[in-house]
C-alpha cells in the first residue's frame, strides 16, 4: 500500500524560505515521478510542481516558478520542495503524489507578518 508522510511545513514571515519534506514507501520510489500539491481553504486541490523518476524533466505551476525548486533522493525514498520568497497566497495545506488518489496527511505552510 502507498503510503506518504509530508513534513517540514511551518509559520514563516513573507519573503522567507523552507524546505518540505516526503517520505514514501509501499512501491518502487526510483521507478515513478513524483508531484506536490497544495490546498488553501476554500479552493481545490491544486498542483505545485513534478519531477521524473531520476529527478529530470522538472516542471512547476506558474504561480510558483523561479521561487520554489522540487528534488528528490532516491536513496532515501524522500522528494523535497525547497520554497523561498514565500507570499501569503503560498499559505496552503501541501502534499505530495505519485499517482493515482493516493495522498498523505499533508503539512500546513503558513505565510504571514
Known amino acids: 500500500q502507498v503510503q506518504l508522510v509530508e513534513s517540514g511545513g511551518a509559520l514563516v514571515q513573507p519573503g522567507g524560505s523552507l524546505r518540505l519534506s516526503c517520505a514514501a514507501s509501499?512501491?518502487?520510489?526510483?521507478?515513478?515521478?513524483m508531484k506536490w500539491y497544495r490546498q488553501a481553504p476554500g479552493k481545490e486541490r491544486e498542483f505545485v510542481a513534478t519531477?521524473?523518476?531520476?529527478?529530470?524533466?522538472?516542471n512547476y505551476a506558474d504561480s510558483v516558478k523561479g521561487r520554489f525548486t522540487i528534488s528528490r533522493d532516491n536513496t532515501k525514498n524522500t522528494v523535497y520542495l525547497q520554497m523561498s520568497s514565500l507570499k501569503p497566497e503560498d499559505t496552503a495545506v501541501y502534499y505530495c503524489?505519485?499517482?493515482?488518489?493516493?495522498w498523505g496527511q499533508g503539512t500546513q505552510v503558513t505565510v504571514s507578518s
Open positions: 519531477i521524473g523518476y531520476s529527478g529530470g524533466n522538472t
Open positions: 509501499g512501491f518502487t520510489f526510483s521507478n515513478y515521478g
Open positions: 503524489n505519485t499517482r493515482g488518489n493516493d
